[in-house]
């Protein structure tokens, strides 16, 4: 089992930038394949980025490709979401969460969650 809190969120202009980590208790994070959700006001949360255990292995969602890059240092136990040129459609809760099983980019591939960390990006 691995616990997962997130920190780095906050409010941003347009075009800015902000680094969202992930922090993981637990002496097995590397085990563990890697997402970032997000959920905007009204919205379903959706799939942002992942990461297999080793981080060679990455996947973006179509928005945020380019511009998004997710990685890890297991040494660390932490998972990082560096997000660059922000939009307004960028606002959100973003969440972190961990599977033990195969990756993907459906919300119940994953079995462990964070709280959340509110990123908002003014116009």
């Known amino acids: 089992q691995v616990q997962l809190v997130e920190s780095g969120g906050g409010l941003v202009q347009a075009g800015g930038s902000l680094r969202l980590s992930c922090a993981a208790s637990g002496r097995t994070f590397s085990r563990y394949d890697m997402g970032w959700f997000r959920r905007a006001p009204g919205k379903e949360r959706d799939f942002v980025a992942g990461?297999?255990?080793?981080?060679?292995?990455?996947r973006y969602a179509e928005s945020v490709k380019g511009r998004f890059t997710i990685s890890r240092d297991n040494a660390k136990n932490t998972v990082y979401l560096q997000m660059n040129s922000l939009k307004p459609d960028d606002t959100a809760v973003y969440y972190c969460?961990?599977?033990?099983?195969?990756?993907?980019?459906?919300?119940?591939?994953?079995?462990?969650w964070g709280q959340g960390t509110q990123v908002t990006v003014s116009s």
């Open positions: 990461l297999n255990w080793s981080g060679h292995i990455t």
């Open positions: 969460a961990a599977t033990s099983k195969s990756w993907g980019t459906a919300s119940y591939d994953y079995a462990y």
